[in-house]
């Protein structure tokens, strides 16, 4: 049974969850305001606190203000809209809880695992279309791509910097599509210059020397499917124009043969470039950029979404504790230097890391081990502080912050910014009032 102070200015949002709080066994207190809790803080120890992050007389966090030091009591943050979730994790960090309104009984539960399970996670997490893993929302806007792209036979191009899993969103797309033919993925820069048709296209017995045999090239294997054609801006550009045929007429012909073989289905591109490099570097005909980009999706470098960072190590910890026999976690130190890091290698990277980490795992504690630098050799942006709750930044400062976020967020739309931040209006402007400087 855990003893929970439960703070919030919503006095029907208070009753219903000390309702569910106490369906799970446990023991709650209710303060409606910042000075009730504080002076509660003061006088009682609580293993749980869930505070609202803004109310009328003060934030959520000058309650913290009171707790001991080195207090070991959990911290939840409620936010009233699942778009401001990861403004809210960029500005307080990763060791504090999160839930969004309405709260249920699911989402309470959770909050109240055994703790070590935070250590020694051995449950899979929630994989969206059986690829990918991430609540961000950079990630939702993905999914929601997805779904809408999986109804239609549209090719897609995927961008965005390496190692963020273009080869994964793709798979995600076939998976989703639900097509009767098979998942075929080819490394454009892998092929050679002189074997690239035959690998797209394939080939007939003695269409060449070492030709020994007929062969199905990628686009017949992936007939019915998907054809995932990663690296495309490493084709020559002189010989595009055999790719670009085979898209608009929708069969091939294997080198050698006379006759052409039907084909269909969706061709998933990927490549590493931006929009504005595909038109000044030209490294692909305009013409087959617009066969092959009829639904582009910009995938999210790991930076921008780091809110999924542990979902990912316990994926990876998962897959690494199935392959290898062992029951490795990772403490909260260690992930918390994880979301500190930048990954300029993305997830690629942090999976290595982890991996790395797995295996200089401390078998006493059974927890990761990681290096004492993350930094890779190929690392091209220098690790930035975490932004978030620093030595010498008042609470006053990062709520401010909050604020300014999400007003920016809507353009300045308080009253949207109000709901978003699940506040008053009048609080807002008793907020913004207070800053002095700003314009409201």
């Known amino acids: 049974m855990a003893e929970v102070l439960l703070v919030d200015d919503d006095k029907r949002f208070l009753e219903a969850t000390v309702q569910l709080l106490g369906l799970l066994g446990h023991r709650v207190t209710a303060a409606d ?55 809210v994790k960029n500005l307080y960090g990763s060791n504090i809880s999160y839930l969004i309104k309405p709260i249920d009984l699911q989402q309470l539960e959770s909050l109240f695992e055994d703790e070590k399970s935070s250590d020694k996670k051995s449950s899979s997490v929630k994989l969206h279309f059986n690829y990918l893993v991430g609540e961000s929302e950079p990630m939702q ?31 995600a797309i076939h998976f989703a599509s639900e097509v009767e033919g098979d998942f075929v993925a080819a490394n454009c820069g892998a092929f050679s210059r002189e074997l690239i048709n035959s690998e797209l296209f394939g080939h007939e017995k003695g269409a060449f020397t070492g030709a020994t045999y007929r062969k199905a090239g990628v686009f017949e294997q992936a007939n019915k499917g998907t054809l995932f054609l990663d690296e495309i801006t490493e084709m020559p550009i002189d010989l595009q124009t055999n790719l670009l045929r085979v898209l608009e ?74 392959e290898y026999g062992g029951d490795i976690g990772v403490s909260d130190a260690s992930l918390q230097r994880l979301m500190e890091y930048d990954w300029p290698g993305n997830v690629r990277e942090l999976r290595h890391v982890v991996h790395r980490a797995y295996i200089m795992a401390d ?15 190929f690392s091209k942006v220098t690790p930035q502080a975490s932004a978030g709750i620093r030595v010498g930044k008042t609470v006053e ?13 809507f353009g300045g739309d308080k009253r949207q910014t109000a709901e978003m931040l699940g506040i008053s209006l009048k609080t807002l402007y008793n907020r913004l009032n207070s800053y002095g400087d700003v314009e409201i």
């Open 141 to 171: 806007r993905v999914y929601e791509m997805i779904e809408r792209v999986a109804t239609t036979k549209a090719n897609v191009m995927l961008m965005g910097e390496s190692g963020v899993g273009k080869e994964m969103v793709a798979a």
């Open 33 to 87: 305001s910042v000075a009730q809790a504080r002076e509660l803080v003061s006088k009682n120890q609580y293993t749980h606190m869930i505070l609202d992050l803004i109310m009328p007389d003060g934030s959520g966090l000058h309650i913290l203000e009171a707790l001991p030091p080195k207090s070991n009591t959990k911290i939840t943050l409620i936010t009233g809209h699942p778009s401001i979730k990861s403004i």
């Open 249 to 322: 007429t929708q069969k091939v012909t294997r080198l050698g043969s006379t006759t052409s073989v039907d084909i269909e289905g969706r061709v998933v591109s990927a490549t590493n470039r931006t929009e504005q490099d595909l038109a000044q570097q030209g490294c692909l005909r305009e013409d087959l950029y617009f066969r092959l980009a009829v639904f582009p999706i910009h995938i999210p470098p790991l930076r921008t979404r780091k809110s999924d960072i542990p979902l990912l190590v316990q994926h990876f910890l998962v897959a690494f504790n199935q």
């Open 363 to 377: 078998q006493d504690q059974n927890l990761l081990v990681l290096p004492e630098k993350l930094s890779s050799p």
């Open 397 to 409: 400062e990062v709520e401010r912050e909050l604020i300014a976020s999400t007003l920016e967020h």
